[in-house]
């Protein structure tokens, strides 16, 4: 194996190396990786029992939306409708939306199930 050529940058720094041809081609070989097409990763993505979430549901996480009123919107529920299923009262819903009561444990679960999300997603 023959010695590489540093090339330094102008505060002496390492910044190239210039390998003998037959070093670089053994490398290439060692390191070839095939990167999954645009296809491959829908077929994936496709196949996977993952429910996947539009970006603009991400975004809305993202920006401190509340996660029960992202995901009730994103199910086509109204606050009634969630409330009429989760058996509590809608005012009490529009509360823990809004963050002026936080909602027990044992309603966040039921809002989880009916939403079909779970708990942690509406309470990280």
């Known amino acids: 194996?023959?010695?590489p050529q540093i090339i330094r940058d102008n505060?002496?720094?390492?910044?190239?190396?210039?390998?003998?041809?037959?070093?670089y081609q053994h490398l290439k070989v060692?390191?070839?990786?095939?990167?999954p097409t645009d296809e491959d990763l829908y077929d994936e993505a496709k196949s996977s029992a993952e429910e996947v979430f539009p970006?603009?549901?991400?975004?809305?996480?993202?920006?401190?939306?509340?996660?029960?009123?992202?995901?009730?919107?994103?199910r086509g529920l109204t606050q009634n409708q969630?409330?009429?299923?989760?058996k509590i009262h809608a005012v009490y819903l529009s509360q823990i939306e809004t963050g002026k009561r936080t909602g027990s444990l044992?309603?966040?679960?039921?809002?989880a199930d009916?939403?079909?999300v779970a708990v942690d997603d509406l309470t990280s």
């Open 114 to 116: 009916a939403l079909n």
């Open 30 to 35: 060692e390191r070839a990786v095939k990167l």
């Open 1 to 3: 194996m023959t010695e």
């Open 106 to 111: 044992k309603t966040l679960a039921a809002i």
């Open 11 to 23: 505060r002496g720094k390492p910044a190239f190396a210039v390998i003998p041809w037959q070093e």
């Open 82 to 86: 969630l409330a009429a299923a989760v």
């Open 55 to 74: 970006i603009e549901v991400a975004d809305r996480l993202l920006a401190g939306e509340n996660p029960i009123k992202v995901y009730r919107r994103l």
